[in-house]
């Protein structure tokens, strides 16, 4: 069946660097647009960064551009979210998305905590 598996999360103090992690199987990842996505508590899920089959474009929310980076490895069907210089407002449980014109697929989530 078709899985998304979130990892990395954790708690950092500001200024620390994650880099998140998103296992897909079940499905034919290169064909998926991947995407990250973040929802803080008492907020709407927001997107934070995309990247296309390829890798070869990618785009970011103007609140992390220049802080996170995202990336993916076709070859192990996993996509990335280095995330540098993290802020406290960058706290929120971070979700990855699968997209192509026919399905959409999420994972569980991951706990990112920014925090002194």
């Known amino acids: 069946q078709v899985q998304l598996v979130e990892s990395g999360g954790g708690l950092v103090q500001p200024g620390g660097s994650l880099r998140l992690s998103c296992a897909a199987s079940?499905?034919?990842?290169?064909?998926?647009?991947m995407t990250w996505y973040r929802q803080a508590p008492g907020k709407e899920r927001e997107l934070v960064a995309g990247?296309?089959?390829?890798?070869?474009?990618?785009n970011y929310a103007d609140s992390v551009k220049g802080r996170f980076t995202i990336s993916r490895d076709n070859a192990k069907n996993t996509v990335y979210l280095q995330m540098n210089s993290l802020k406290p407002e960058d706290t929120a449980v971070y979700f990855c998305?699968?997209?192509?014109?026919?399905?959409?697929?999420w994972g569980q989530g991951t706990q990112v905590t920014v925090s002194s």
């Open positions: 079940g499905f034919t990842f290169s064909t998926y647009f």
């Open positions: 990247i296309n089959r390829y890798g070869g474009n990618t």
């Open positions: 998305k699968a997209s192509s014109l026919y399905n959409n697929y």
